[in-house]
């Protein structure tokens, strides 16, 4: 069963005015009321529909794109495979990617109240970076495919994902760098984005490592890094915002932050200088196999191989996360 038919096809919400703003009488964006009414809409179109008995080729991702019907369109990707994950909790189905012919699924349990909940955090300036198609942002399809992978993963709580997200392109924004770029980068260091990922030195979406001069020292976890394993994925982005002024990503270059400019912040900031592609870069310690020039640690560690080994993963990854979704229902 499939509980995400491609994780590269993404529903993209429909243009709305950059400039909606908060209504007074409900702290609710015009955008959030809009939400709302697709979802009512949506709902009260279905009721009849809401239990359905599973079919042989059902997905979860698909009977949840059937309950919503035309408003479908009005909902992103990362959106629907939490309503999909959601729909699988409330009917006791503790493996989302098997479903069986003849099983019955309410799908009005995913309420009206918990989408909101999972939604209504969505900020104008979000909606304009994904519908904006001159913004540097409106593409990134790479960094929905990671959310909807760390939600299901259970990295990423539903109801915590439009402000993962939004947090994420505010850091874009800030600090100058591609939205994508940062999926991949945390696809490398915490399999995207797991908060309590760790190699025993180095700790959460980033790998904040101990140590004096470290990255966890320059962001007030000198001496107690493990600790950054208890906070949440929104909490250690805001550890991130704060590392990334430390070591003044933004102010390296005129323009966007390259992929391999933002990891090398990450991996090793004094090395930055060094522009040439296929340069030997002074790293210590040793770094995943993935990241070495003919993935061979025994060569060095270059620009170019950075960026070929940051992209190959992230294929990797998400292509696995894909295939380990294929199987439909019986």
Known sequence: ?????????????????????????????????????AWTEATNSRQSESVVNVKRGDTLIGLTKQFLGANVNKFSASEIHAMAIDIAKSNGISNPNKIFSGQQLNLATLTQANTLNMLK?????????????????SNAQLLEQTLSRAVSKGYVDPNELSQIRQKILNLAEKHQFVPDDFATMSLMESDGLNPRATNGNCHGIIQFCDGTNRGAASVGFNGNAKDILQLSVSE????????FDKTKLKDQRKGPASLDDLYLTILSPAVR?????????PIAGRQANI???????????????????????ARQRLSTTVSSLTGVSE
Do not use: C, W
């Open 1 to 37: 069963m499939i509980i995400n038919q491609s994780l590269t096809d993404q529903t993209q919400a429909p243009s709305r005015p950059a400039s909606a703003r908060a209504r007074p009488d409900s702290g609710m964006t015009e955008s959030g009321a809009a939400f709302k009414n």
């Open 121 to 137: 955090t969505r900020q104008p300036v979000v909606e304009s970076v994904q519908i904006n198609p001159t913004s540097k942002h």
């Open 236 to 243: 250690q982005l805001d550890l991130v915002n704060n590392y």
């Open 291 to 313: 990241l070495y020039e003919g993935r061979d640690p025994n060569n060095a560690i270059t620009r170019n191989s950075i960026l070929n080994g940051l992209r190959h993963n």
């Open 273 to 281: 200088g060094e522009k040439r592609a296929h340069a030997p870069l």
